[in-house]
């Protein structure tokens, strides 16, 4: 599979963009400029300062940060974790070099799985192709990854990727040359700061200095890493001197400002010009919410004992953990009892001290680094933490892998204190208790699942079935140590995890059994700069470090979900589970602080937020909404905020709202699932209705189409689908010519970038993508094959093919097929709804998640459905509040994805409110069903959403010819629900 990218995104654009005009109008000049140096950019240039300031002024004016401009430019980009930022840079790079001729650029980073995360993406042949022929760069980039020279007796050679570096041509307008480079290769070493090597390049014989004469842009990735005090800042600053540094990070170093009583800290932004900080991240569901669980011990005390150190026959330390309290050390020898620790132990004493475990009188044999839960029976806390989360993950898993038209594959990540519980230690005797315990749980838990899958899960209990059978398939784990391990499997799962992030969100190994691996283990290697868009569970079975380290954990799994075809799936609320100790219960609390603590918090209502109130509910008078606000507490009389109704506001006038959605931060263990009562009454009146509503239906699409659909595919084959993509080399001889350097260009060699696919495997591929049936395709491409008889199609028959098919099909669909198709009532029997039970009976409530993410005090009117005001947006909240239209018997909000009508697209769509009225005399009762979509336009809607609309006019008036009228209307932000009602009385 290929991870699909995309163009334009408007959070990535922005960032690209505000960088770019930070230039313009800037002199940046290529005289006296040897081949290797970028051109120099005039740093007194007055328009800088002017473009940096336009910029900020959609910045916070306290994040703005240092303006000053000295013997480098420096420009902060602040880009919240998952949100993209290294595509950001990269496209950054091209851009730069597009607009103003720089080619010379060095990223730092600060770690090794950074680095092999972003040379991974810069080198992947679909990120090149992406910028070349999706986004039209017609240069390409050359990535150099310096690396650690080992030591070896005799002549000392020059860094090879130093040296193509330097003496990369900026004659040549279609490459960029970049220099990939981790901190401690700053810092430690002598790779690039002794001058003693055997030969150098253009008369340097440090590589500092040659970095230094090629004026370079530096990019800093992570700059939290890189304060400006620290080694490596300085050797940037002092030793590269490049003439610009962008830093990209979403944490920036503290610094101290003010002194004695007015110290105070804050972040050290220098020239801020784009800023995606967390809240907006969040709010904009660019990335996951996340859902903090910890585990309630059984003994329901805040309080665990930890075995950390033992001497075979001598003694075995024990750290007893207390929420809140100081961590208490105990050493106890054999015989001594544990009651010394704890009062509950009473009875409890240690018989025997092994190496790497200890016996207890009570029969319990527990392992060096496992955590116990204070009771007589001793649980393990670690096995209660693993169920959770092996609970959590096949939650997640099975609607990932069943409830879609295209599979997610889902990913759990475990943060672990000791190596040697998860890998053999071949240095001891000592067993891997976690990973024969967590083994143990996945057994029992992939045994339940399979017991739970249904005749229509099929391929779902295979890969079960399949992951059962490959136990130790199913896990792997990344540990700094891994680096200097021989061993071949561990080099294998190392590789995985590090370099192959396609293949570990694949479901299929290349010699198409089931790719099983989806538990990833970790110490601290995986902390940061290493992420995957499909984890949905971290874990964390060990303590962590500071509050900055805790946020970084939660980056691993931020980033929205890719499907199995590589598309990014961002129409959907995703939550990462994040499950904890006790210690941690208040963690989500902590982060939902730090997110808003960036901002500065309103304290009163202005003028401007009232007339946000009042133009949202499409009131004139500002002093209306400023009485409401008073009435309901939320402000006293000079419009302060109410400290204890500060939430209350802004759940309910969220469009003034300062800091996060409430709902993108849960602490699971506080908020129960609220359920919410059916009212049975008013279920009877919609019962008639509804159920017409579940009744099945089928898309059939025109006669005619599966006469000319062969056709058709026919234009869209002959249309670049089987097209080669090639690297190329660019060989260039440096010549010296009349003492002048002059590059020669030499023959280059182009390579053929592939993923090839058995002619069978490419069949089922596209049938599995787009539903045109195997024989029709296979008929296409016969004709296609005589068409081209030059052409061996075998050569174009790969992933690059599929993906280019599905894109033009599903264009063609949306361009073609509306209005050539009906729907078909099939047979339907009795069966379990989102509202009744299998028997038909009205189900007696429901999870609140359902019909609305928010919810309000207050009691709806007795003709709605539940007891509850429960809603997604302000459009939804004013139609429930509007029950008490005369004409309206019942209605109720319809339950999320409960009603699933078949679209041209491939999914399904589900309306949102049901109706039953009766005109003014009560002579007959009509039912409406109602879209709202809380956009001011219909030109805001995305195509895909007018296309599920128009669908559901074509299955709304089947529903009539079948016998039910059920009049469907469409709801814009603008419109009041009685103006809908009235239309449909009027002219029906």
């Not at 995890?497 to 190994?509: A, E, Q, T």
């Not at 190329?728 to 020669?744: G, L, M, N, Y």
């Not at 019942?890 to 309306?911: D, E, L, N, Q």
């Given at each position: 599979m290929e991870l699909i990218l995309e163009k334009g995104l408007p959070h990535q654009q922005m960032a690209v963009e505000a960088i770019s005009a930070v230039f313009e109008n800037v002199e940046i000049s290529s005289k006296l400029q040897k081949y290797y140096q970028n051109p120099v950019i005039n740093l007194k240039s007055r328009e800088l300062v002017k473009n940096i300031r336009k910029l900020q002024e959609h910045v916070l004016l306290e994040h703005r940060g240092s303006h000053d401009i000295e013997d480098y430019l420096n420009l902060d980009v602040k880009m919240e974790t998952g949100t993209g930022k290294t595509y950001v840079y990269t496209n950054t790079i091209y851009e730069l070099h597009k607009q103003y001729k720089l080619n010379k650029f060095i990223i730092v980073v600060p770690s090794l799985s950074i680095k092999a995360g972003t040379k991974q993406f810069i080198e992947d042949s679909y990120t090149q192709k992406h910028f070349a022929d999706v986004c039209g760069y017609d240069s390409n980039i050359e990535l150099l990854t310096l690396e650690a020279q080992k030591s070896k007796k005799g002549k000392r050679y020059f860094p090879a990727s130093v040296r193509d570096f330097v003496i990369?041509?900026?004659?040549?307008?279609?490459?960029?040359?970049?220099?990939?480079?981790?901190?401690?290769?700053?810092?430690?070493?002598?790779?690039?700061?002794?001058?003693?090597?055997?030969?150098?390049?253009?008369?340097?014989?440090?590589?500092?200095?040659?970095?230094?004469?090629?004026?370079?842009?530096?990019?800093?990735?992570?700059?939290?890493?890189?304060?400006?005090?620290q080694k490596a800042f300085s050797v940037i600053t002092e030793k590269i001197k490049p003439q610009c540094i962008i830093r990209f990070g979403a944490t920036f170093p503290e610094i101290t400002k003010g002194k004695g009583k007015a110290k105070y800290q804050t972040r050290d932004y220098h020239n801020l010009i784009y800023e995606l900080d967390a809240c907006d991240a969040f709010n904009q569901n660019l990335i996951k919410g996340i859902a903090k669980e910890h585990f309630e011990s059984l003994s329901h005390n805040e309080e665990k004992l930890k075995i950390v150190n033992m001497k075979r026959n001598d003694y075995v330390t024990f750290h007893h953990i207390m929420k809140d309290k100081p961590?208490?050390?105990?050493?106890?020898?054999?015989?001594?009892?544990?009651?010394?620790?704890?009062?509950?132990?009473?009875?409890?004493?240690?018989?025997?001290?092994?190496?790497?475990?200890?016996?207890?009188?009570?029969?319990?044999?527990?392992?060096?680094?496992?955590?116990?839960?204070?009771?007589?029976?001793?649980?393990?806390?670690?096995?209660?933490?693993?169920?959770?989360?092996?609970?959590?993950?096949?939650?997640?898993?099975?609607?990932?892998?069943?409830?879609?038209?295209?599979?997610?594959?889902?990913?759990?990540?475990?943060?672990?204190?000791?190596?040697?519980?998860?890998?053999?230690?071949?240095?001891?005797?000592?067993?891997?208790?976690?990973?024969?315990?967590?083994?143990?749980?996945?057994?029992?838990?992939?045994?339940?699942?399979?017991?739970?899958c249904n005749d229509e899960e099929i391929e779902?209990?295979?890969?079960?079935?399949?992951?059962?059978?490959?136990?130790?398939?199913?896990?792997?784990?990344?540990?700094?140590?891994?680096?200097?391990?021989?061993?071949?499997?561990?080099?294998?799962?190392?590789?995985?995890?590090?370099?192959?992030?396609?293949?570990?969100?694949?479901?299929?190994?290349?010699?198409g059994t089931y790719n099983v691996r989806r538990f990833l283990f970790s110490k601290w290697t995986l902390k940061e700069g290493w992420d995957n868009p499909n984890i949905f569970t971290i874990t964390k079975l060990r303590s962590s470090g500071s509050e900055n380290s805790k946020l970084q954990e939660v980056g691993r799994g931020l980033r929205l979900p890719v499907d199995e075809n590589g598309h990014r799936v961002s129409e959907e609320n995703f939550y990462l589970n994040y499950i904890v100790d006790f210690t941690e219960a208040d963690f989500a609390q902590k982060l939902i602080n730090q997110i808003n603590g960036e901002r500065p918090s309103a304290a009163t209502v202005t003028d401007e937020m009232l007339r946000i109130i009042a133009d949202k509910r499409g009131i004139d008078s500002t002093d209306q909404i400023f009485f409401e606000l008073g009435c309901k507490g939320y402000i006293d009389r000079n419009r302060n905020i109410s400290s204890d109704k500060r939430e209350q506001l802004f759940n309910e006038y969220p469009e003034i709202a300062t800091g996060l959605n409430l709902n993108k931060i849960k602490d699971v263990n506080r908020q129960k699932p609220v359920k919410i009562k059916i009212r049975p009454k008013v279920y009877d009146k919609l019962k008639n209705l509804w159920e017409t509503l579940n009744q099945n239906y089928v898309l059939i699409y025109d006669k005619d189409i599966d006469n000319i659909l062969t056709e058709e595919i026919?234009?869209?084959?002959?249309?670049?689908?089987?097209?080669?993509?090639?690297?190329?080399?660019?060989?260039?001889?440096?010549?010296?010519?009349?003492?002048?350097?002059?590059?020669?260009?030499?023959?280059?060699?182009?390579?053929?970038?592939?993923?090839?696919?058995?002619?069978?495997?490419?069949?089922?591929?596209?049938?599995?993508?787009?539903?045109?049936?195997?024989?029709?395709?296979?008929?296409?491409?016969?004709?296609?094959?005589?068409?081209?008889?030059?052409?061996?199609?075998?050569?174009?028959?790969?992933?690059?093919?599929?993906?280019?098919?599905?894109?033009?099909?599903?264009?063609?669909?949306?361009?073609?097929?509306?209005?050539?198709?009906?729907?078909?009532?099939?047979?339907?029997?009795?069966?379990?709804?989102?509202?009744?039970?299998?028997?038909?009976?009205?189900?007696?409530?429901?999870?609140?998640?359902?019909?609305?993410?928010?919810?309000?005090?207050?009691?709806p009117c007795e003709k709605y459905l539940y007891d509850k005001i429960a809603y997604d947006s302000d459009l939804e909240k004013d139609n429930i509040l509007s029950g008490e239209i005369d004409n309206i018997i019942?209605?109720?909000?319809?339950?999320?994805?409960?009603?699933?009508?078949?679209?041209?697209?491939?999914?399904?769509?589900?309306?949102d409110f049901m109706y039953v009225i009766k005109r003014t005399n009560g002579e007959k009762e009509?039912?409406?069903?109602?879209?709202?979509?809380?956009?001011?336009?219909?030109?805001?809607?995305?195509?895909?959403?007018?296309?599920?609309?128009?669908?559901?006019?074509?299955?709304?008036?089947?529903?009539?010819?079948?016998?039910?009228?059920?009049?469907?209307?469409?709801?814009?932000?603008?419109?009041?629900?009685?103006?809908?009602?009235?239309?449909?009385?009027?002219?029906?």
């Open positions: 990369g041509s900026c004659q040549d307008k279609k490459k960029i040359y970049v220099l990939l480079v981790n901190m401690q290769l700053l810092t430690g070493g002598k790779v690039l700061s002794r001058d003693d090597y055997d030969y150098g390049v253009e008369s340097f014989y440090q590589p500092l200095r040659a970095l230094e004469a090629t004026r370079p842009i530096v990019i800093i990735d992570e700059p939290h890493r890189f304060s400006k005090g961590i208490k050390t105990y050493t106890l020898k054999v015989n001594e009892p544990l009651s010394l620790i704890s009062s509950v132990f009473e009875g409890i004493t240690i018989t025997a001290i092994k190496s790497s475990s200890v016996e207890f009188s009570n029969g319990l044999e527990k392992n060096k680094g496992e955590e116990l839960d204070i009771n007589v029976y001793m649980n393990s806390y670690q096995e209660q933490m693993l169920k959770l989360a092996l609970r959590r993950h096949f939650e997640a898993e099975k609607i990932n892998f069943c409830q879609r038209r295209f599979k997610i594959k889902t990913l759990a990540l475990f943060f672990i204190d000791d190596i040697h519980s998860y890998r053999v230690d071949k240095q001891s005797d000592k067993k891997p208790y976690l990973l024969e315990m967590f083994e143990k749980l996945l057994r029992e838990y992939l045994k339940k699942a399979i017991d739970n779902y209990r295979l890969y079960l079935e399949y992951s059962l059978k490959h136990i130790g398939d199913c896990h792997a784990g990344y540990f700094s140590e891994d680096n200097s391990d021989t061993d071949e499997s561990i080099a294998k799962e190392v590789n995985d995890i590090l370099h192959n992030k396609k293949m570990l969100l694949s479901f299929k190994n290349l010699d026919d234009k869209m084959l002959d249309n670049s689908v089987f097209t080669r993509h090639y690297l190329q080399s660019f060989r260039q001889k440096v010549d010296i010519v009349s003492h002048i350097a002059k590059v020669k260009e030499e023959g280059s060699v182009e390579e053929t970038v592939d993923s090839p696919l058995l002619y069978g495997e490419f069949l089922k591929r596209i049938n599995k993508l787009t539903g045109v049936p195997v024989k029709v395709f296979h008929k296409a491409m016969i004709n296609y094959a005589q068409k081209h008889k030059s052409v061996d199609i075998n050569d174009f028959i790969n992933e690059q093919a599929v993906n280019n098919f599905v894109t033009k099909f599903s264009q063609w669909k949306k361009n073609f097929l509306q209005g050539r198709f009906r729907y078909k009532r099939c047979d339907t029997f009795l069966h379990e709804t989102a509202l009744s039970n299998s028997d038909g009976t009205v189900k007696s409530e429901i999870v609140q998640g359902r019909i609305g993410t928010r919810i309000v005090e207050g009691k019942v209605y109720g909000k319809i339950p999320r994805r409960s009603i699933a009508i078949p679209t041209i697209t491939g999914g399904t769509y589900s309306p009509l039912n409406i069903i109602v879209e709202t979509k809380d956009v001011k336009e219909q030109s805001n809607l995305r195509d895909e959403e007018n296309i599920k609309i128009d669908c559901a006019k074509i299955f709304f008036e089947q529903l009539k010819q079948d016998g039910y009228d059920v009049k469907f209307k469409k709801q814009l932000s603008g419109k009041k629900i009685k103006a809908i009602i009235d239309e449909v009385l009027d002219f029906g």
